[in-house]
């Protein structure tokens, strides 16, 4: 853009200048014929006034030396007994005619034209003045007098490109703002926003296009708690109501449990279809530990109904991390949810949240089989108990959002084990430093 500008600029500035030298020519032109065509009237004028007072040869020869036109050898004079006086470019018949006219006149020759001018001798009889203007005079006179009009032209074209990249330096921040945000935004950035600066008009598009950006990200935060809303209201009622129904006899205990399997599915496939793959982050925060210990209260009461030992271990300073209160709960239900899954009735989970050098971990750990392959695992979608492969994807999701990772491996329980590590809300952490260094390093 800024190479644009400057090529326009250039273009016309130059234009002008073409048009204004162009005027300055023939106006140069002109002054220069004019002002040469009056000397020479005047230096024939002046030479003939003298004739007219003394035609003395000596004398006329010293006048033909002192003028500019006669050390050039441009004047001459010419007497009555037919002698010259000077260099003489003028036919002879030209000069014979000149002396028998009283009026002055201008003659071509091969190099120029030549004024000649009638003046009597002190004895009556008739001399002519002639005075030689070359061609190429006025063209000299010309060529000084633009000398300094295309220097001037050219500063004024660099001047006015300077002028222009130094007043268009607002806009130029305001457009690489602007074309910025789009490529942020095109990466799914949508939170990122136009610091509106520069020209008025630019203004009124930085501020149209952050209130698009707020608004996608109102609606798109809107979608992601719908899904939350789903996957806590339906399917955690669900996994407890097949709980309940295990213990149901016959057929119609199958039926049941048929019914449910298949809600099951249906809610899954809603989730699996409103559940935004890429939401930016809603600035939120909430103290883990206590969301914890709320949705505890639910999941130890199905566990006493199934006869499994529950172990809970809270710390009881605040662990706050930078996901709403919902997105917290969302987290624990996706994983106490596949204890209950993928392990069978009577095994003991534990549940505890640890904090420690700016850092906060949930980990959940049980007595079951544990993880066939810990990395398809985490791989959205993927599952290997039939299910939507959608739990461990929105524990991922959450935690690096914060910043932090997520760790499979197998418990003192001799089941799976998940650490989900989150960034605690406040605390500095180092971007260089790589997340598996991390989690070993404070492990």
Request: proline content about 5%; glycine content about 8%.
């Amino acid at each position: 853009m800024r190479a644009l500008l400057a090529r326009t600029v250039a273009l016309v500035a130059t234009l002008v200048a073409v048009v204004m030298l162009g005027a300055v020519t023939v106006w140069a032109w002109m002054e220069s014929s004019e002002r040469a065509r009056t000397q020479t009237h005047t230096q024939a004028e002046l030479v003939a006034a003298v004739v007219r007072v003394d035609a003395d040869p000596e004398v006329l020869h010293g006048l033909v030396s002192s003028t500019p036109a006669g050390a050039a050898g441009r004047l001459a004079i010419h007497l009555p007994d037919g002698s010259t006086v000077g260099a003489s470019r003028a036919l002879p018949e030209e000069v014979e005619a000149q002396a028998l006219s009283s009026d002055p006149r201008t003659v071509s020759v091969a190099e120029g034209t030549t004024h000649l001018v009638r003046a009597r001798t002190p004895d009556g009889e008739a001399a002519v003045v002639e005075v030689f203007r070359p061609r190429w005079e006025t063209a000299a006179t010309l060529v000084r007098a633009l000398g300094w009009s295309v220097p001037v032209a050219l500063l004024a074209i660099a001047g006015a490109v300077a002028l222009t990249d130094r007043w268009s330096r607002p806009a130029l921040r305001a457009l690489r703002e602007l074309a910025r945000t789009a490529v942020a935004i095109g990466h799914g950035r949508l939170n990122a926003r136009i610091r509106v600066s520069g020209p008025r008009d630019l203004v009124v598009l930085g501020e149209s296009i952050n209130a698009i950006g707020e608004r996608v990200q109102d609606l798109l935060a809107k979608e992601r708690e719908m899904a939350a809303d789903v996957s806590h209201r339906l399917r955690t009622p669900l996994t407890a109501l097949r709980l309940d129904t295990e213990s149901l006899p016959g057929a119609d205990g199958e039926r049941i449990r048929g019914a449910v399997a298949e809600l099951e599915r249906d809610v899954d496939e809603i989730i699996r279809n409103v559940r935004p793959r890429q939401v930016e982050a809603v600035e939120a925060e909430c103290d883990l530990s206590e969301a914890v210990r709320d949705r505890m209260e639910f999941w130890s009461l199905l566990a006493r109904d199934q006869g499994r030992e529950v172990e809970v271990d809270l710390p009881p300073a605040p662990t706050r991390v930078a996901l709403s209160r919902d997105e917290c709960v969302a987290v624990l239900d996706a994983l106490v949810a596949n204890v209950f899954r993928y392990t069978p009735a009577g095994r003991p989970f534990a549940v505890a949240v640890v904090a420690h050098a700016g850092w906060v971990t949930l980990v959940v750990e049980d007595a079951g089989p544990g993880f066939a392959d810990p990395t398809s695992a985490l791989r959205r979608g993927s599952s290997g108990g039939g299910s939507t492969g959608l739990g461990l994807d929105i524990v991922r999701h959450a935690v690096e959002t914060t910043g932090g990772t997520v760790h499979l491996e197998r418990g003192k329980l001799g089941g799976a084990r998940v650490r989900s590590r989150f960034a605690e809300s406040g605390a500095d952490h180092d971007e260089e430093q790589p997340k598996a260094w991390r989690l070993r390093r404070s492990g």
